[in-house]
């Protein structure tokens, strides 16, 4: 086979410990799945869950121990951070029980879903998509991947992020509104899953904008750490 044009190269994220990469097919985002962050923006209780995509080529991928550089993206005065616990879907599949779903899951990572807000925010008054304010490129920095059995217990884990050093976001992924399994369930129900899929799995509370220069450190415990700066 030819192409009239050269082919993009696959999107890949390297896996902890190891010259392995997994490569991206496609970067689903689970929307307002903290009830804090809900509330922060506008809204209350357990609605059911909603998503939206961001392209593979959007990931900024930034490998354990160094800092990654995250460019200030075009069109925005209020650039906002939102850290996520990132499951790596192994085993593709639809209509997945939320009771079958982690033998689908290898692996876990530390991610950013980096929103223009003012976008975001001027899309939904006229009710248009806000792609704007998701989709855009260096959107979704992450860290390794962490193969499942080497995770521990992400469920219960702590996610955590600062800005210069002062804690802007501190939570427990056991406050997902609909925890990792349910989120399975209603996205393979959506869509179909294949290997290579990501899903950002919601932000906790107290996000908030950056400026060039800010340093962004943020965490899952047992899955360790993302930095990057704003450049």
């Given at each position: 086979m030819s192409f009239v044009i050269?082919?993009?190269p696959v999107a890949s994220v390297p896996v902890l410990g190891t010259s392995d990469r997994f490569p991206v097919r496609r970067v689903y985002c689970v929307g307002r799945n903290y009830e804090e962050h809900a509330k922060?923006?506008?809204f209350t209780g357990r609605e059911p869950p909603f998503f939206f995509l961001k392209p593979a080529d959007a990931l900024v991928v930034v490998d354990a121990g160094t800092t990654g550089s995250l460019p200030y993206p075009s069109l925005t005065q209020n650039f906002h951070h939102e850290i996520e616990l990132v499951v790596a879907i192994g085993v593709g599949g639809r209509n997945i029980a939320a009771a079958d779903a982690f033998?689908?899951?290898?692996?876990?990572?530390?991610?950013l879903d980096m929103?223009?807000?003012?976008?975001?925010?001027?899309?939904?008054?006229?009710?248009?998509?806000?792609c704007i304010g998701k989709a855009f490129d260096h959107g979704a920095p992450i860290g390794?991947?962490?193969?499942a059995a080497q995770a521990g217990d992400v469920s219960q884990a702590?996610?955590?992020?600062q800005v210069n050093g002062e804690t802007r976001q501190s939570s427990t992924v056991a406050k997902l509104i609909w925890n990792i399994a349910e989120t399975i369930e209603h996205l393979s129900a959506a869509w179909e899953l294949a290997p290579g899929d990501l899903i950002y799995t919601g932000?906790?509370?107290?996000?908030?904008?950056?400026v060039r220069g800010d340093?962004?450190?943020?965490?899952?415990?047992?899955?360790?750490?993302?930095?990057?700066r704003v450049a």
């Open positions: 050269p082919a993009s922060e923006m506008g033998k689908h899951i290898y692996g876990y990572a530390v991610g929103t223009r807000r003012d976008l975001q925010n001027e899309m939904k008054k006229q009710g248009r998509p806000w390794p991947i962490t193969p702590d996610i955590w992020l932000t906790p509370e107290g996000v908030s904008a950056v340093l962004l450190e943020g965490g899952v415990s047992g899955l360790g750490e993302l930095k990057l």
